[in-house]
């Protein structure tokens, strides 16, 4: 516990279901979660050095129950949170980006072509 898991940061655009999908086949991992301002800040500049878009991160926005909530998809506990104001939209279920620039979350389309961050 502690350790961080390995990280790897695709360059290649994809919609969200592709890098899902992708992260489980050939790394065993998922998309990457932050739990932490220090592994915001990590993410953030690995990003940087691949790509100035903003990546996909694991973080889900969807109606559960009647109400919106945020979620990993990985199923760790939701404990710490970097949105941009006005974020996370609360209209569609929606996708989350980390800014390579200033390390804020935005809510996204899912099937915007995005590169992603994988952990494993």
């Known amino acids: 516990a502690g350790r961080c898991p390995w990280v790897q940061v695709s360059a290649r655009c994809q919609p969200v279901p592709v890098p899902q999908r992708y992260c489980r086949d050939v790394y065993r991992g ?3 979660s932050v739990h ?3 592994r915001n800040q990590e993410l ?3 990003a940087r050095t691949y790509t100035i878009l903003a990546p996909w991160i694991g973080a889900v926005t969807s ?3 009647g109400k919106w909530e945020s979620h990993w998809e990985d199923s760790s506990p939701w404990n710490y949170a970097n949105w ?3 974020h996370p939209f609360h ?3 929606t996708c989350t ?3 390579t620039r200033d390390g804020l979350w935005r809510s996204r389309f899912c099937l915007q072509l995005r590169p ?3 952990q494993y």
């Open 63 to 65: 109606c559960r129950a």
């Open 44 to 46: 953030q500049s690995l």
């Open 36 to 38: 932490s301002a220090a």
């Open 84 to 86: 941009a104001p006005i």
């Open 116 to 118: 992603f961050i994988c």
């Open 97 to 99: 980006t980390l800014s």
């Open 91 to 93: 209209t569609v279920t």
């Open 30 to 32: 998922q998309l990457a």
